[in-house]
């Protein structure tokens, strides 16, 4: 006996449902709760959480970010004001519509997405090392080190691979 495909995804999701352990009204509402999207793109990200990601190797992307979001930033590459609260979709859109490197990272480490650090990667370019991303974050030794060394990279850009991407999707 061939099953169709619809067919098919009703029994493996009846058969899901049913392993799960479900009963009485949480049972009635098992649908629609496996239905929901995995990861609700919700809350507030403040401006200086997303900017300690911020290593300048996007191509000015950080910048763009700003500039549509009307944050001010009269130096050209800093927020002005770093307490200011962001819709968390802005910062996604801010990293999937201009590639803001520090936008992806902040989504990254406050989602526990499984992508590749922006940060990291940056790193390894500028001083050659690898997993100082956690360090970087808090040791400003570790933060003017890397601007000493930043210079010799000048105006290289780093692509935004695929796989952050799709965990951004």
């Not at 401006?47 to 009307?70: I, P």
């Not at 050659?128 to 030794?141: F, H, I, K, N, S």
């Amino acid at each position: 006996m061939r099953l169709s495909r619809r067919q098919l995804f009703t029994a493996a999701g009846i058969t899901a449902f049913a392993s799960s352990g479900m009963t009485g009204s949480a049972q009635a509402n098992g649908p629609v709760a496996a239905a929901a999207p995995v990861r609700a793109w919700s809350g507030e990200i403040r401006v200086g959480d997303w900017e300690q990601y911020y290593l300048g190797l996007d191509g000015g992307a950080h910048q763009k970010a700003l500039r549509a979001l009307d944050i001010a930033h009269r130096d050209g590459v800093r927020a002005d004001e770093q307490n200011l609260m962001v819709p968390v979709e802005s910062v996604r859109r801010a990293a999937l519509e201009f590639g803001d490197h520090a936008a992806a990272d902040v989504l990254r480490d406050q989602f526990e997405l499984d992508s590749p650090s922006m940060l990291g990667r940056g790193l390894k370019l500028v001083l050659g090392q690898d997993g100082l991303e956690r360090r970087y974050l808090d040791d400003p030794a570790l933060q003017l080190r890397y601007i000493g060394y930043r210079r010799r990279v000048g105006r290289y850009t780093m692509p935004m691979p695929d796989a952050v991407r799709r965990a951004l999707a």
